[in-house]
């Protein structure tokens, strides 16, 4: 038993999708999460940007003695095993959770990946593949607008910019006749109704935090780490800009009956 | 006469369209720029987080000794004002010279100012517009999709999410009758052909950047502060994340003939 919090990080507020799917799943679990809002988005920057800030955001987590860090962010997790980091928790990102469940949803060994143009770049998601199975052919696509489009709220599927778009996107995954999709970015599952639609009912599609908050399920009982309560104590939700802008974006991403504590931090800005 | 440099900051890449514009009217002008790009873009993140960035760049120009500094950042201008900054040397934005070009140019008084979310939220150009003329009525529409459009190339005018978007942005301009338009992002500049394709021919957009760079011409010369040289000696362009990705964009603002030297630098990441 370990009654220590579970520590979650994002670049902004997608990371929420994945706070989302553990409030579910572990609803004894306190949770810290911290959502770099003043440096949003980390996915159109560099490598060494983006991991002088994961540093920094892992740091953070730990002065809060949580027991674990789930990487809730893509762009970072892309990064995170060139980063070399030691360390006595945990730390786990997004790619190999969403890439187990990617290679056993898949029948035609055809996957598609949908990604900040950082994590695209770094071509984690192709090597993790095909470490598991080198028959599998993976197909890369960096979806710069998407992050945007969400934050604006253009996800409808009948929402033509937002159609357009993700249909520019999506032809080449079409085109490859991938059946499974990696949403590989926590923004993305606000968008699944439209790309559902224009994949079609035989894809797919796996959220890459759905899959990170199972994980975390998996790993605490099997390593015997889950609290020792009825339910939780305290949801703590950190962000770098301020509070009020955040927590509109709290509500949307969690609704509006959620019992959290809304603070800033400050980091090294 | 003073031959030191001008000095101009943005968030990113946006200001390089007043850059653009100092190259044409002052030739023999060196200049220093600096783009945040490693914590674009400000006009999303809140009032206090812009402040504090914004003094990082003014200290990081007046390091390299420049004889003014161009606010060429639409949403830093939005919070200069209230920034009460002490300086020896001048430090302008882009409002006051975006306005007074748009109080010259409308025939029916009504003129409309497009913008990032936070310098729509400062209400800074009403007030500008009315301290010339109260009688003039001001239309204020944030635009916060117009920057990642320009930045992923949606710049069109027959570009369907493009036109989209614009369209509904501009209803509210084309409903209130402006004959006047502020561009008050240094982003806009790059959509002037959709944006002025959609507001028709009597429309008069104004771009703020360009009229921040006449603002440098006039003021130079009004107070003998030109350099005393006959071509500039040096363009010199900082970014916050890496100088490979910013290449890209400078090319794409100023063109691929441009003599100019690039570098990384530190702020307080």
Redesign the interface.
Known sequence: MNNAAIGVFDSGVGGLTCVKELIKLLPNENIVYLGD???VPYG??????IM?YARQDIEFLKQHNVKMILVACGTVSSVLPAMDIKSDISISGVVEPAVKAACSATKNNRIGVIATSATIKSGIYGKAIRSINPNIKVVGKAC??FV??V??G?TAPDC???R??AQEYLEIMKKEDVDTLILGCTHYPHLTELISDIMGEGVTLVSSGAELAKYALNSLSYSDDTAEREERESLELYC???V??FSENVERFLGNNINAQISKCSL??
Chains 1, 2 share one sequence.
Request: charged share 30%; aromatic share 6%; hydrophobic share 30%.
């Open positions: 809002t003043a440096r159109s920057k560099s490598r060494e940007t002088s710069p607008m945007p489009l934050e604006n253009y033509v910019p937002a357009y778009i770098t800009d301020s009020e802008l090294k800005l």
